[in-house]
T-cell receptor
């Protein structure tokens, strides 16, 4: 799997938007961009995924650069419950390995 | 049912004990996974089962023995573990080559 680079930590104020960046300069044409988050004492949780176009769901938005070498997870209004480690993962569904491999992720701190 | 259930939630075992971790899902997912997570580290893939057959073993020591008795159940048999094997063990499931993984809350294992 291609490598991703994320900041180790970020901080946000409650009710403010949060933009979590991810660089993946070696992404291949068949790699999908996945975001998962892990709240304290819980297993990881699927957030969103995309290939080329920007994606929105009830949890977040995913903005993908035109050259696909970077992406940004957007939480529109951070709450205290959004404090978690956020993982950006590339995965090629055509690859026979078809398993998620986690990098270090970004630890998001949300302050009141 | 949209959950992955792991039992037990906590386990303390001696180095000479034999124990098993259990994982169950009823979402019709035919891919199941074991991950190991040490404190403040990302999850590390251990095993992948696809259609109840072991497809990936990430060079895991033989003291960890996975088993997939049917499409809903995944076990991890433990024998002669070392203190450094103490960690959070996470189970996940997905459609084969699917996009969203569902994780359980994990079993926190302590080897004494």
């Amino acid at each position: 799997d291609a490598k991703t680079t994320q900041p180790n930590s970020m901080e946000s104020n409650e009710e403010e938007p949060v933009h979590l960046p991810c660089n993946h300069s070696t992404i291949s044409g068949t790699d999908y961009i996945h975001w998962y988050r892990q709240l304290p004492s819980q297993g990881p949780e699927y957030v969103i995924h995309g290939l080329t176009s920007n994606v929105n769901n009830r949890m977040a938005s995913l903005a993908i650069a035109e050259d696909r070498k970077s992406s940004t997870l957007i939480l529109h209004r951070a709450t205290l419950r959004d404090a978690a480690v956020y993982y950006c993962i590339l995965r090629d569904p055509t690859n026979s390995g078809y398993a998620l491999n986690f990098g270090k992720g970004t630890s998001l701190l949300v302050t009141p | 049912d949209t959950e992955v259930t792991q039992t037990p939630k906590h386990l303390v075992m001696g180095m000479t004990n034999k124990k098993s971790l259990k994982c169950e899902q009823h979402m019709g997912h035919r891919a199941m996974y074991w991950y190991k997570q040490k404190a403040k580290k990302p999850p590390e893939l251990m095993f992948v089962y696809s259609y109840e057959k072991l497809s990936i073993n990430e060079s895991v020591p033989s003291r960890f023995s996975p088993e997939c008795p049917n499409s809903s159940l995944l076990n991890l048999h433990l024998h002669a573990l070392q203190p450094e094997d103490s960690a959070l063990y996470l189970c996940a499931s997905s459609q084969v080559r699917g996009y969203g993984y569902t994780f359980g809350s994990g079993t926190r294992l302590t080897v004494v």
